[in-house]
């Protein structure tokens, strides 16, 4: 009886042996591969034979692959295993080894790199648990080129910068020799006085020279780079060369020759940072790259910087080098601004320090001849610098010389003027030699002051000579908080400025209507909530001079010049009365100063309190939008800030100064 259950346990036990599921070997590759998409190299390990430990460690093999790739810019990698069929994997199961095809795809600095290679997997059987799967892996996983030896060899091959021109090809960023000053440390020496003096002409910290020193990469014949700086900084140049162990080489930098001049507009560049990495395109920025940070150089990144090329190949000792990818680097396009330098030179000049914006076009055409913020900085100084201090200078200097004024809005104060006037004539609530009764200095009601009473009614053309605050905001409240808004979208108000640099739009108000009728009123004349952009300013003015149709603004030479941004706001002759009265704005009225110009200049002041509506007055910004009379060539809205204790003419002034230096 026993021999017939010892049987059958036996023939139980075979049955349960021959039912064993088989694994399939795919499902470890396909783990493979997606750890290698995920860039999960750590687990890769994992997944090999002990045969394969045996001879590659994890630095020869996962941890080499993870180095390589990072080398190379590998990303969008992509393995494709080739599925088995159940016969292959009963076959596998005989030998005890699967193999299996697979495919490798991915984006390099080099482009794109493919390749077909067979995975030999071997069987590890368990007496308790699933059969399992381990990779018998060798370099050809990496590039079946490395199967049977050799090293990766990268030839990477950079772009040149595009450079940023004015609209007369005179650069704004350029690609020129600096200095990069360092030193070799057996010539140095341990001598700390000397690393002191370094550090101060350098504009370093001595720990930071003595980290550079200490690196591990660093040999004592080696030349150890420390700092970049200009070559017209002679004085420096001059006692760092008198400094026994310090040295320099010529290499290729970014360069503003125009400074401060246009350093709002141009921006300079900076260092990738590791944020930067996580956004960016792996295969065209690495941590030792420059990227645009401010103006121009941000804006047009793309463009400038070109792309990389590279040529990654693999050599092999007495033979010749097999290429697996090649790319030629494809330079960065120039940039060319309507921008003339001239004319920026000398609206910059003329703040003299004090702190405002300005915009400059010219109003035939449309292209932008200016764009100033004052006071600036010196993007040579934040690349090539020898201050140590140099961004606490920045950040503590109450004038703000970092904050780029010319993108943003302000309160336009009485220059919103011509702008209610046109607006009011376009929908006929103005008739413009027709003239309304105004008592006195205060318009209770609204609480609207202005600045002197008149003698009889007040047309368009005196409030405008006069700039009489009552006369706009009575009119204003005459047609209406819905007919104003709809007038100011009508010139761009309140609506995206379409420009290619990015200027902050124009608002109306904080709900961007004015139902409250106390709020439209002051509106009307510049304060209230609205406020507005120079460049915005001196567009809008262009319908003036345009039978009406106000010029879009443009910033590139390959941008169509004379195109129409708004029609029709006014008519023709609309048009030319208001031309007249901005005349007479100089000639008869608060724009005085610009008489002392030896040509005709008309425009319109405005000041405009930095306060909201119903506050005790604060501060005081000074306006001027104006124009040559008889060239009507150029336009310019400037804006000065904190005039309340000083000249509230100085809007008018340093414009007229400006102008006459333009046509000097």
Known sequence: ???KSLWLILFIALLAGCSKEQTDPTNTLNQYAEALEEGDYESLYNLFSQETKDTYSEEDSSLRLEKLYADISASDIEMNVQELEER???NAYDDGIATIPFSVTMNTIAGEISFDYQAELALI???DEADSWLINWDSGFIFPELADGGKILISPDHPVRGEILDKNQIPLAINDTVYEFGVIPSELGENEAKREEIARLLGMSVESVNASIEAEWVEDDLFVPLKTILPDNSDTVQELNAIEGVSYRETNGRVYPEGEIAAHLVGYLRSVNAEDLDELDSTEYTSSDKIGARGLESLFEEELRGSKGAVI?????????IILAEKEAKDGKNITVTIDINIQDKVFQGFDGDPGNAAVIDPKTGETLALVSSPSFDPNDILYGTSANFWSNMEENELQPMLNRFSSTFAPGSV???ITGAIGLKNETIVYDEGIEIEGLQWEDYKVTRVSTSNGPVDLDDALIRSDNIYFAMKAVEMGGSAFVEGLHSFGIGEEFPYTYPITDSSISNSDNLDDTYLLAHTSYGQGEIE????????????????????QPILLTDEETGQIWKEALVTEEQADDIQESLRKVVTEGTGSAAEEADFPISGKTGTAELKLTGEDGGDENSFFVGYPTDDQDLMIAIMVEGTKNNDRSSGVEKATKILMDIKD
């Open 1 to 3: 009886m026993w021999k």
């Open 88 to 90: 292959e994997i009963a």
């Open 125 to 127: 059987e368990r007496e």
């Open 313 to 321: 190949q693999v050599a092999k000792e007495g033979k010749e080098n």
């Open 416 to 418: 919103i003027k011509p």
């Open 532 to 551: 507005m952009s120079a460049l915005h300013l001196a567009t809008a003015y262009s319908a003036f001079l345009n039978d009406g149709d106000m010029i």
